[in-house]
């Protein structure tokens, strides 16, 4: 029987050609989706000044949190789709993602609906005063208006991948980044409007993006299809279950966020909120290309894994780590050399207290980014391999353990030590994963044994 297009793509073709095919066109799609990001930023510090820049990075823990229920559920399932493919079991994995997209819209609709309920008491809960809290009231209840929709964007990008379209996954974000920008100049430029505009504009180019990858699949021209969806715990644990590492870090990491921006008011105010949301911006460059790396190759890895092709697991994960431990290394150093060009990008020179505060926090920052790509690649990798528990202890301690013990920790330097959370998160954890990751032979031997037996 002659192969299907993700069996010919996932199983046939050479780990280094596939990482070529692969991974970096998904890398370039999360670099394109994260530039927007950046960009929007960039303007809402020009155009509407530095308490508006505060503004988001008080609001941004809770955008992410609204999209994190349904991450993962696009995660959670991708894995088993990905393996179900792998097996030959195409009406399963055809059922599974049916299932979630209708999971996915439902859990939109709900978290959505409570963040624009609460906005204005989670940001006076926060210490946030009167001319931050309307700016991310504003910013936040417009995310939450679009929710159902705009919470498929990542779910329906693995989709893509999984169905062996590369190229479309790339092509959906970089429509997604350049209607984004262009409703951006549109609304916040152009018509002079405030915040909830910029907000406006993200949510459209997301929407418009998610609504022309669906029409790909709706049209029945993918190996996934829809069918009639069919749910059932077992198939609910195992989405929670793929899923919940990418939901933990996700959830655990803003909760910290919080904390982080709680303490940062109660020290420096709203400039040093505008300081970490530089360093968050930064962190969402680099990111997202370790990500769209792992990311884009993950579905191989699960089909490979499935398919019970080890050898071509371990190829394929050797390109993921050397390219990540590249990436990081770039760009700390990058960081660490040229800290007031990024703090520029974001906010005029002539707040001379922002750009004092930046440039230290950011030169301590840059170890960090040095060190992520150990943790980011492990994880993926466990996730990928149905190994949930090895990833969420990844997730859970780089996203809230670690960061909570070391605010403890360097709360009494003041808020330096702030600064000096990330790159010791990063050293733990990539500590922890060394470990995790001197337990993949024996994984592998079990599973050799299972297939044998």
Known sequence: MPMDTTEKLFLGTKPGHLFFRAAIPGALGMLASSLYYLLEAILVGRVLGAEAFASINLAMPFVIINFAVSDMIGVGSSVPIAIKLGRGEKEEANSIFSSAIVMIVAAGILTGSLLYITAPSLFALMGADEHLIPYAVDYLR???????????????????????????????????????????????????GGIASAAMGTCLGMSSAVLAALSFFVRGKLNLRFRVPKFHLSLIKTIVSCGMPTFLSNVSGRIISIIMNVLLLSMGGADAVSVYGIIMSADG????????????LQPSVGYNWGARRFDRVGAIEKYCFGTGAVISL??????????DFAVTLFIEEGNTNIHTLGIAALRISAFAFIIRWVAVCTQAFMSAIEKPLYAASISVSAAFIFPLILIVVFNPIGINGIWLNLPGTSLMTALLALVILSRYRKIVNTEKNCQNS
């Not at 964007?153 to 429509?175: E, H, Q």
């Not at 770039?330 to 800290?339: E, H, R, T, Y």
């Open 142 to 192: 417009m995310y939450a208006r679009f929710s159902p929709l705009t919470t498929l964007v990542f779910a329906v990008d693995n989709y893509l991948r999984i169905c062996g379209k590369i190229r479309g996954s790339l092509m959906m974000n970089i429509f997604m980044a350049l209607a984004g920008v262009c409703f951006e100049v549109l609304f916040l430029i152009i018509l002079d």
């Open 330 to 339: 770039l760009f700390g150093i990058f960081l660490f050399f040229f800290p």
């Open 285 to 296: 460059v680099v990111m997202p290309l370790l990500y769209g790396t792992c990311d884009a």
